[in-house]
């Protein structure tokens, strides 16, 4: 018996905020770096990646619209556009509302190549989880993302 009345506490103390905050980050962190480090052939940079990615979920956009969305100087944004383009992953277009300016749209060609990309990383996460985790953790893993999600928001 404790010395409030109760039964002894059994296992160790719940981990607080902080602690959760850091085991989170030292158990994701290595995560993404894998993740990243999937290359099929002729994988991107992570910033060409980074900016198909926005054309993708954004739509059309021009490179100095894509460099403020990444926080990068649009002369390095110019030069990523300009390896995609000559990749046929972008296609660069004169706005119809503006001809001096140029807008970049993603091509079917750079939609399949981001998209094969995530799915050899889906590939390798999945078999990841089925050699090691058990039924049961697995579906626990799917209980936290959720949580996850929602937290990714907030930060």
Do not use: N, Y
């Not at 506490?9 to 905020?17: N, Q």
């Not at 979920?57 to 990444?70: C, F, I, K, Q």
């Not at 556009?81 to 972008?90: D, N, P, Q, S, T």
């Not at 004169?94 to 981001?114: K, M, N, Q, W, Y």
């Amino acid at each position: 018996m404790s010395s409030s009345g109760g039964p002894p506490p059994t296992g160790p103390p719940p981990a607080g905020p902080a602690r959760i905050a850091t085991d989170l980050r030292a158990a994701l962190g290595p995560l993404a770096r894998r993740l990243r480090t999937v290359k099929p052939d002729g994988e991107l940079t992570l910033s060409q990646t980074s900016a198909l990615v926005l054309l993708d979920r954004e739509g059309p956009a021009t490179a100095s619209e894509l460099a403020a969305r990444e926080g990068i100087r649009p002369q390095s944004m110019g030069t990523i556009v300009g390896v995609l383009a000559e990749r046929g992953l972008v296609a660069r277009t004169p706005d119809p509302d503006d001809g001096r300016r140029i807008v970049v749209s993603l091509t079917p060609a750079g939609r399949e190549g981001l998209h094969g990309a995530r799915r050899e990383r889906a590939r390798r996460l999945t078999l990841a989880i089925e050699d090691e985790l058990t039924p049961h953790e697995q579906e626990q893993l799917a209980a936290a993302i959720p949580l996850l999600e929602r937290i990714t928001r907030r930060v």
